[in-house]
């Protein structure tokens, strides 16, 4: 079932009810590289709805860049471009506690014994709110299993450390063993970071579950049992289980939201449990600019590349630099198929593009955009399996943000 609109806007109102009046809200929708997550216009709703008693918004970026003026203007609608605020991950974060090494230890399964520290933008506790609304999707994710709920916060709005260190813990653990999953190590160290150290936060969660259809549900609370419902509807609605491995995957990236491998690379992330041995993954990606959007993670990426986990964790062990940014580690091993399969990547041209070089430089091969185009016409296929005109099967995903895809062999609740 599909919700519509007003029905959408008549269960966030009563769910807003509930809570009862308040004077001072800071928001937490996520950025624009979430979109389709509906979150947009539901934050537009939310500022309808308590008008000048929201004080500050600040969008999810995590690692992400800024939000531009347009993108702000298109995701929010009406809402004021003077509300908005900048996360600042280097800098504008304090640290509210540390879950210990212990923890880590045990529910990692002894891969890691180091503290992780529960981090968050500084405006939460210094911005005197009596509410924090937590806006989001919650879908099949490569980090934490499924997307959203406290993750927005201590990741969405946390810093370096906190960053670098829960993405190493879930490469470290293995993505394969989490995705689509609510139960994770990761999301355990978040919710040990909820428990102990944020009850004082005032965070209520607003949780979307999307289709390329349309919104499935909406789920909110205080606690956590909003995001144990979504993640049942999310496994239902976003996880595609299939017969058999995929041999040739085409995966068509939207030029206005992906513009680095940083997030493209869910187009790897989201397909690597339905890829068939010596199987081909054709990336489509005519905004493609940069590897992360972070300057240095790009220079990170630049220099050591998408080449599997064992020579990623050597590089670690042996380089500070990659030691200090854990995250561009973990991203490097999510962003290869271990020597599984292929990916080429199809960056468009111009100015800004990623060139060849660059592309093969890191690991993937290169193809040509317009060729690959003139192929696969992105317009004309379906979701799912497709023919080219000599027969060849193929499967065509058209947004990886929206699913999670596996063969039936490689996944298991």
Same mark, same amino acid.
């Given at each position: ?104 230890? &045990?529910?990692?399964?002894?891969? %890691?014994?180091? /503290?992780?520290?529960?981090? =968050?933008?500084? *405006?939460?506790? #210094? ?108 496994? &239902?609605?976003?996880?595609?289980? %299939?017969?058999? /491995?995929?041999?040739?995957? =085409?995966?068509? *990236?939207?030029? #206005? ?157």
């Amino acid at each position: 079932m599909i919700l519509s609109p007003s029905e959408i806007k008549a269960q966030l109102f009563a769910s807003l009810q509930s809570i009862g009046s308040r004077k001072r809200i800071l928001l937490i929708p996520p950025d624009f590289t979430r979109y389709h997550s509906y979150a947009g216009q539901l934050t537009e709703w939310v500022w309808e709805y308590y008008g000048d008693a929201i004080k500050d918004i600040l969008p999810a970026l995590g690692t992400h860049s800024g939000m531009t003026e347009a993108q702000i203007k298109k995701m929010f609608g009406a809402v004021p471009l003077s509300l908005f605020r900048v996360h600042d991950w280097r800098n504008d974060v304090v640290t509210i506690g540390e879950v210990p090494a212990s923890f880590i230890n &045990e529910v990692t399964e002894g891969k %890691l014994n180091s /503290p992780w520290p529960v981090q =968050v933008n500084r *405006l939460l506790l #210094e911005g005197d709110y009596d509410l924090i609304l937590s806006i989001g999707q919650v879908v099949p994710h490569e980090v934490v299993g499924m997307a959203n709920h406290n993750k927005n916060v201590f990741v969405g709005t946390g810093g370096p450390e906190g960053i670098n260190k829960s993405h190493f813990v879930g490469a470290v653990y293995g993505m394969e063993r989490m995705m689509g999953r609510a139960s994770t190590p990761v999301r355990k160290i978040f919710d040990y970071g909820s428990d102990h150290f944020a009850t004082d936060l005032p965070i209520y969660y607003l949780l979307t579950v999307v289709t390329d259809k349309g919104v499935s549900g909406l789920f909110s609370g205080f606690d956590k049992q909003c995001f144990l419902d979504a993640s049942e509807m999310a496994l &239902e609605k976003n996880f595609i289980m %299939l017969d058999n /491995p995929i041999k040739k995957a =085409v995966v068509f *990236l939207d030029p #206005e939201e992906f513009k680095s491998t940083w997030l493209g690379n869910k187009s790897i992330y989201r397909t690597r449990m339905a890829m068939a041995d010596e199987g081909e993954l054709i990336v489509l990606a005519p905004g493609l600019r940069e590897f992360g959007e972070d300057k240095e993670i790009d220079r990170l990426i630049r220099k050591y590349g998408y080449n599997g986990t064992k020579t990623t964790l050597e590089s670690v062990d042996q380089f500070e630099e990659l030691k200090n940014n854990l995250s561009a580690a973990a991203h490097l091993i999510h962003g290869s198929s271990e020597g599984r399969f292929s990916i080429r990547y199809c960056p468009g041209k111009g100015e800004g593009m990623l060139s060849r070089e660059e592309i093969e430089s890191v690991g993937f091969l290169w193809g040509d955009l317009d060729a690959y185009l003139e192929e696969f016409n992105v317009s004309q296929l379906n979701q799912g399996y497709n023919q080219t005109p000599d027969g060849e099967d193929f499967y065509f995903i058209k947004n990886p943000a929206l699913g999670l895809w596996s063969s039936k062999d490689r996944f298991t609740i």
